[in-house]
């Protein structure tokens, strides 16, 4: 039985039931908020393993908590099934380039949100586990996976967890072209599905926090993206 502790910020009695009830039968333990407020302390106190996340949530609302939490230190490792009754490409598109691990619309069936759980989890694992963990540096920048850090010109940059490991993906084999789905398989798992839009986005974001160092990652036209040889 998994030991791992979910977090669950849902302003939905119902719903908030329904899916602590089944990650309890799964034998996660579990913890819950009812707004972006309370998610925010409650993440913060105990650093789960993962967060359910709705949305649309009274006061702050689920992209802002997702903003918050990936941007400190302390807390952006933490995985973040986002879960809302939208259903636009622009919020999941947005949800991911915040961070989010994966995006499930409302309804949606326990089994498929336990399943995308599992995999963001195993995710989460393998990455923590992996003996290629190290530091790398091309021109100006630094990236040290371990500490989920990255400097360009002797400047720390703040990244997303799923903008930082898109850029260390590629930047582990400077030269080597990978289509968008070889960058979300070797960032998300086989298993995680995603829009070729969300790459996209990715890395408009990553170059823009790049800035004199953008040119690091070209497009190669018909095919996908990769890290300049320097």
């Known amino acids: 039985m998994p030991n791992d502790r979910i977090l669950i910020i849902e302003d939905e009695p119902d719903i908030l039931q329904l899916v602590e009830y089944n990650l309890k039968k799964e034998g996660y333990k579990t913890l819950t908020a009812t707004t ?29 908590v997702c903003r918050k939490l990936k941007a400190e230190t302390k807390t952006s490792a933490i995985s973040i099934v986002m879960v809302t009754a939208r259903n636009e490409e622009a919020d999941i598109v947005t949800g991911l380039e ?9 309804p949606f069936s ?3 949100l336990l399943a995308r759980i599992k995999a963001a ?3 989460t694992k393998r990455s923590e586990g992996s003996k290629e963990k190290h530091a790398i540096r091309i021109g100006s920048l630094t990236m040290d996976p371990n500490r989920f850090e990255a400097i360009v010109d002797g400047e720390p940059v703040q990244f997303t967890a799923t903008e930082f490991r898109t850029l260390y993906f ?6 080597q072209v990978f289509s968008r789905k070889q960058i979300v398989d070797g960032t998300q798992g086989e298993d995680y599905a ?37």
């Open 194 to 230: 995603v829009t070729e839009r969300a790459v996209d986005v990715q890395i408009v974001g990553i170059r823009k926090k790049l800035g004199d160092a953008s040119n690091l990652v070209e497009t190669v036209r018909g095919v996908g993206y990769r890290c300049r040889e320097r």
């Open 98 to 106: 915040l961070g989010a691990d994966d995006y499930l619309a409302k």
């Open 121 to 123: 989890l195993r995710k």
């Open 110 to 112: 326990p089994r498929v």
């Open 36 to 64: 972006g407020e309370e998610g925010l302390a409650i993440a913060r106190a105990e650093l789960p393993d993962l967060i359910v996340l709705d949305l649309m949530l009274p006061g702050v609302d689920g992209l802002d």
């Open 170 to 175: 590629l930047c582990r084999a400077p030269g």
